[in-house]
């Protein structure tokens, strides 16, 4: 089965500090994507980063910024210089390229504290 | 440049009855999928439509359907509403069969409540 974790409930950071969200998944293919959405109380689901697996050169997408590790099946996402509109709820996905579905972990929520 | 448009925003019903849900696509657009997310949890995956037929299901009984129309837009209903139904229903818009290069737009749901 595909699975993805996300194992931090919930992260607060501090205005203009680095955070990192952990996400683990779980499959058995070799072609897939993964994605980082975040969720503010407007419910839209918002892109925040991408990540071809067949890509060994880790994402970056301004502030957001992923470190992939496909042998351990581990993608987290850092959030540098974090910003008060930074708080959401982020969520780690997965889709194969053959699918047409995305999979996702259960969210972690981010607090930014002034 | 319209956004994925859902509606309606808030809905309230009783069990046993019936909902229709409601999606208009980014401009462009040609597929789409349907998610359930249930309070402090991720979407799950409902189903995607395109050229007006379900493409793909996610693991939801028969009292799950929907429908595609031509100009893209598409409805999700649910029959014999359980309390357990009780989510935000996200609908999501993409191009060619949700192919994961081309990326989804979002709406901001229908949050669905049964009483």
């Known amino acids: 089965a595909q699975t993805v974790t996300q194992s931090q409930p919930e992260m607060s950071v501090q205005e203009a500090e680095t955070v990192t969200l952990s996400c683990t998944y779980d499959?058995?293919?070799?072609?897939?994507?993964l994605f980082w959405y975040k969720q503010p109380p407007s419910r839209q689901m918002i892109l925040v980063i991408r990540?071809?697996?067949?890509?060994?050169q880790n994402a970056t997408e301004n502030r957001f910024s992923v470190n992939f590790q496909k042998a351990a099946k581990s993608f987290s996402l850092k959030i540098s210089d974090s910003q008060l509109g930074d708080a959401a709820m982020y969520f780690c996905a997965y889709q194969l390229d053959s699918s047409y579905k995305l999979i996702f972990g259960s969210g972690t929520r981010l607090l930014v504290r002034p | 440049d319209a956004g994925v448009t859902q509606s309606p925003t808030h809905l309230i019903k009783t069990r046993g009855q019936q909902v229709t849900l409601r999606c208009s696509p980014k401009s462009g657009h040609d597929t789409v999928s349907w998610y359930q997310q249930a309070l402090g949890q991720g979407p799950q995956f409902i189903f995607q439509y395109y050229e007006e037929e379900e493409r793909q299901r996610g693991n939801f009984p028969d009292r799950f359907s929907g429908h595609q129309f031509p100009n893209y837009s598409s409805e999700l209903n649910v029959n014999a509403l359980l309390l357990g139904d009780s989510a935000l229903y996200l609908c999501?818009?993409?191009?060619?069969?949700?192919?994961?290069?081309?990326?989804?737009?979002f709406g901001s749901g229908t949050r669905l409540t049964v009483v």
């Open positions: 990540q071809e697996a067949y890509k060994q």
């Open positions: 999501a818009s993409s191009l060619k069969y949700g192919r994961p290069y081309y990326g989804y737009t």
């Open positions: 499959t058995s293919e070799s072609d897939y994507y």
